[in-house]
């Protein structure tokens, strides 16, 4: 078997990309960068832009095709594995991708690039004692102010002196903030970007690393060829990306919701919730009354998890509706090309495009809300606890995969299962019957959420219950040691 070692500078990604291409088109008589920059890709035939750049546009079938024909028509410089990893991440967030499509483009990843890695596997020298602290170890590209890195920092920042955590970062030094810095105090914080894979993996048994989380899956930057090595007796998938990776992974993180019917290499492992939330703990805007006048739908979400399935499902929320709109907020909302996309579904008159704000003022923009949008195949998560954080609850629509149910898990943990549907009739039913039937409801429960969700089974014991998983984990491995 011919042996493949993958290095973490890659030549480029996808955001790269886009930021190339955008960097080069000036913006001119309200001229949409995105359209000229569409324009120029098409005319150079550059699969890859054109596959970054088309969900811009709201066009997740064209990034999917265009992905597919790079992956036939390889050009001089591509990386096929960031193709590859890419349409992994286009195909979760398409409606009509199948389970069996999921797990056929995770498989050829696998054959391609992890298969080859298997061959540098060696035993484990661990000390086998069931009940010593444990290393873990977590990797990721988030240690920093993102809705992953409010996660990790909710879990890996509160360890007891049961586990010694070791975080493993595969973001820029450049991407440095102050969250980073919160992490950096730890002491834990290990710099690996400038590791090729293989020695990521040695880096991590010189650790004496006991369990090794991957919280990245196919995003860029990731370990995965790292993982295919085995370099900790126990390894797993969760937070971050948890939507199934390779057959090197013992384990992933989700929870009775979030499990759903996906067809995983991991066995399944129950979390309380399939993430955790960190609430701010100084200077967050209090809770305001439902607002007054006509409704008002929010959708905080990036719009590449928005596709014509959902902006059709909202339109006929707004139809519903009398007088009511839309706000849509955020850096890329900023784009003509990609409003008109929105608007001409929606009509304009019923859409608004906020821009990107400070973290308070995003909070604060909460008190205009009366309901959140939740879009899918792929959900909220992070953007439904902040959502809730300011006493606005979503509808979502639960699905069979689990990129599909990550907002159902944390409005069921919070006690707002009025949120949870399972059809795309019953999603626009509901919602339509919450803001104006239940908006006196909507009313009467905005000032509990907050207390709710900090109470709930997605803050609240968070911490010792994944404590609990990883000895239960570890004991299982020693005992299977201990019998071979």
């Known amino acids: 078997m011919t042996e493949r070692v993958v290095q973490p500078e890659l030549p480029s990604n996808f955001d790269l990309v886009l930021r190339r291409f955008l960097d080069v088109v000036a913006v001119t008589g309200g001229v949409s960068p995105m359209d000229r920059a569409l324009k120029i890709a098409r005319a150079m035939d550059h699969l890859v832009a054109l596959a970054a750049l088309s969900p811009r546009i709201g066009d997740m079938k064209g990034s999917i095709g265009a992905h597919r024909e790079a992956l036939r028509k390889p050009a001089v410089g591509q990386n096929d594995r960031l193709v590859l990893e890419s349409l992994i991440q286009m195909l979760d967030r398409e409606a009509d991708t199948t389970i069996a499509d999921?797990?056929?483009?995770?498989?050829?990843?696998?054959?391609?690039?992890?298969?080859?890695?298997?061959?540098?596997?060696?035993?484990?020298?661990?000390?086998?004692?069931?009940?010593?602290p444990l290393v873990v170890g977590c990797v990721s590209s988030n240690f920093k102010h993102s809705s992953a890195g409010n996660c990790l920092q909710a879990v890996v920042l509160n360890h007891s002196d049961a586990v010694r955590p070791i975080f493993y970062s595969t973001s820029s030094p450049s991407h440095v903030d102050p969250m980073t810095w919160v992490f950096q105090a730890s002491g834990h914080l290990v710099d690996v970007t400038k590791m090729n894979e293989r020695a990521f993996a040695q880096r991590v048994r010189a650790d004496k690393v006991d369990i090794l989380i991957d919280c990245m899956g196919f995003t860029y930057g990731n370990r995965l060829c790292s993982f295919a090595e085995r370099p900790a007796p126990i390894q797993a998938t969760g937070w971050g990306y948890a939507t199934g990776t390779i057959p090197a992974m013992d384990y992933i993180l989700l929870d009775a919701i979030t499990a759903g019917n996906d067809l995983f290499y991991e066995q399944i492992v129950n979390l309380p919730c399939v993430i955790s939330y960190v609430p701010p703990a100084m200077f967050c805007p209090d809770v305001q009354a439902q607002p007054k006048g006509p409704v008002t739908f929010g959708a905080f979400h990036c719009f590449i998890k928005i596709n014509p399935e959902v902006l059709q499902a909202w339109k006929r929320i707004l139809d519903g509706v009398k007088n009511s709109r839309i706000v849509f907020k955020g850096k890329e909302y900023g784009d003509v090309s990609l409003q008109r996309s929105i608007t001409d579904v929606l009509g304009a008159q019923r859409c608004e495009f906020w821009p990107t704000t400070q973290q308070m003022e995003h909070f604060d923009a909460y008190k205009h809300i009366d309901l959140v949008l939740d879009p899918w195949p792929q959900t909220g998560g992070i953007t439904t606890c902040e959502a809730l954080h300011m006493g606005v609850p979503s509808v979502t629509l639960?699905?069979?995969?689990?990129v599909q149910r990550a907002a159902a898990s944390i409005l069921d943990a919070v006690g707002c299962q009025a949120g949870i549907t399972n059809s795309v009739d019953e999603y626009v039913t509901r919602a339509i019957t919450l803001v104006t039937g239940g908006r006196r409801w909507l009313s009467e429960e905005r000032p509990k959420w907050r207390e709710r969700l900090r109470a709930s089974r997605v803050c609240a014991g968070y911490v010792n219950a994944v404590e609990d998983i990883y000895r239960q984990l570890w004991r299982a491995w020693c005992a299977r040691e201990k019998e071979s």
């Open 102 to 132: 999921a797990r056929a483009v995770r498989a050829e990843w696998w054959s391609r690039f992890g298969e080859p890695c298997m061959n540098r596997q060696s035993p484990h020298t661990n000390n086998r004692d069931p009940e010593r």
């Open 398 to 402: 639960n699905g069979a995969r689990t």
